[in-house]
């Protein structure tokens, strides 16, 4: 097992659990960060998972070769893969945590666009 091999691999796939959470969950909250439109906050989202998508895809594949490849002489026992494994659970968790939250919450109002008038 190439140890260096499976961290890169893993770390990639945790750049695109968390680029995945950052456009699915948080894609309105970028929005008013930046000031997208409603067209470029959807580009936002698409683009987002597009890439999500390309660099977990690459990510697995290269832990997947990483676990079947054999070692290689510059793998040593310090490199330590244990604890970027717990973090990538943790982005896991967060996601599925995010997931059923997104289902149970209170449904929020449209917000309000400039120059819109409001009548009570």
């Not at 990510?59 to 990538?88: C, K, M, Q, S, Y």
């Amino acid at each position: 097992m190439r140890k260096r091999t499976v961290r890169n691999g893993m770390r990639l796939l945790l750049a695109a659990l968390l680029l995945i959470i950052l456009a699915s969950f948080y894609h309105a909250v970028m929005a008013d960060l930046f000031s997208f439109s409603p067209a470029t906050e959807l580009r936002f989202y698409n683009l987002g998972m597009c890439i999500a998508a390309a660099i977990g895809g690459y990510g697995v594949v290269l832990a997947v070769f990483g676990l079947v490849l054999p070692a290689h002489h510059r793998d040593d026992a310090e490199i330590r893969i244990a604890p970027l494994f717990f973090v990538v659970l943790c982005a896991v968790a967060l996601f599925f945590y995010l997931f059923v939250r997104s289902f149970t919450s209170p449904v929020e109002e449209e917000r309000v666009r400039p120059g819109t008038t409001i009548t009570i």
